[in-house]
């Protein structure tokens, strides 16, 4: 399995509750992107890491959503408290360093 | 700040007729771009990049497009289109400092029979 894996593939949660998505980046790639695509819709940014730099945050929406990457690899992105507006599917994508992005599946977020 | 704009949300072709998706980009110092694809409920699959080098750049499935530097735009383009060619397609862009890569609204491409 050499892809980009994303879990879970599918999450429903009430208003209110915490969610913690997770990604697997392809093994050695230096960069991980989280984007977030709401109903086949434009991809927006939300956070990257690259290599052991200060992560780029600045398209997390909210306070409530937070990542992190430990050990340079496994992503989580965590979402306090979602809202409805939180319901879209979520997309991590890893690269070495200049390489074209590696896709996962995403993780559909559905909040109620 | 890099941007990329995707004018068209969508385009309509009939099949076996060119198709032309287009993409302007602003971006500090020298571009890397890429265009990606969306099928229906898959993931997004890259298409194919332009580094340096030829202003015309082959893709996967028949796919090519055109580096304008002048014009800061890189157009995706295909022959003869097919109806498995309807998809979402995403330009996007990276500055040459490696920093993170932007995406463009995406374009939807319909073709037809």
């Known amino acids: 399995g050499a892809g980009v894996s994303q879990s879970p593939s599918n999450k429903v949660t009430e208003k209110g509750k915490d969610v913690e998505l997770r990604c697997d980046p392809i093994s050695g790639h230096t960069a991980l992107y989280w984007y977030r695509q709401s109903l086949g819709q434009g991809l927006e940014f939300l956070i990257y890491?690259?290599?052991?730099?200060?992560?780029?945050k600045s398209g997390l929406p909210s306070d409530r959503f937070s990542a992190e990457r430990t050990g340079g690899s496994v992503s989580t992105l965590t979402i306090q408290r979602t809202q409805q507006e939180d319901s879209a599917v979520y997309l991590c994508?890893?690269?070495?360093?200049?390489?074209?992005?590696?896709f996962g599946n995403g993780t559909r977020l559905t909040v109620t | 700040a890099q941007s990329v704009a995707q004018p068209e949300d969508q385009v309509n072709v009939a099949e076996g007729n060119p198709l032309t998706v287009k993409c302007t980009y602003s971006?500090?110092?020298?571009?890397?771009l890429f265009w990606y694809v969306q099928y229906p409920n898959r993931g997004l699959q890259f298409l194919l990049k332009y580094i340096t080098g030829d202003n015309l750049v082959k893709g996967s499935y028949g796919f090519e497009a055109e580096f304008n530097k002048s014009q800061t735009s890189f157009h995706l383009k295909k022959p003869s289109a097919l109806v498995s060619d309807s998809a979402l397609y995403f330009c996007?862009?990276?500055?040459?400092?490696?920093?993170?890569?932007?995406f463009g609204g995406g374009t939807r491409l319909m073709v037809k029979p």
């Open positions: 994508a890893s690269s070495l360093d200049l390489a074209p992005l590696h």
């Open positions: 890491f690259q290599g052991n730099s200060a992560p780029d």
């Open positions: 971006v500090s110092g020298n571009p890397y």
């Open positions: 996007a862009v990276r500055d040459n400092a490696g920093n993170m890569l932007t």
